[in-house]
């Protein structure tokens, strides 16, 4: 709640994964986001990505 008006509802990976606005992003927790470009992925829904401003880093994503 923000000032006595709910702002998402949902369960917690909801809540952090798709924050509709930043306060709700907030409330749950800092987080870090990063911009890149997807440069490798498979349909089981790993990813590689190169982050910008930093193409030498190239970060993981997982199967949730």
Request: proline share 6%; net charge negative.
């Amino acid at each position: 709640m923000n000032f006595g008006v709910v702002q998402q509802q949902g369960d917690p990976r909801l809540l952090y994964e798709q924050p509709v606005n930043e306060f709700v992003r907030d409330f749950v927790g800092k987080t870090l986001l990063f911009k890149g470009t997807v440069n490798a992925s498979n349909p089981s829904g790993q990813m590689a990505i190169a982050l910008y401003g930093a193409p030498e880093c190239v970060v993981f994503r997982a199967e949730l």
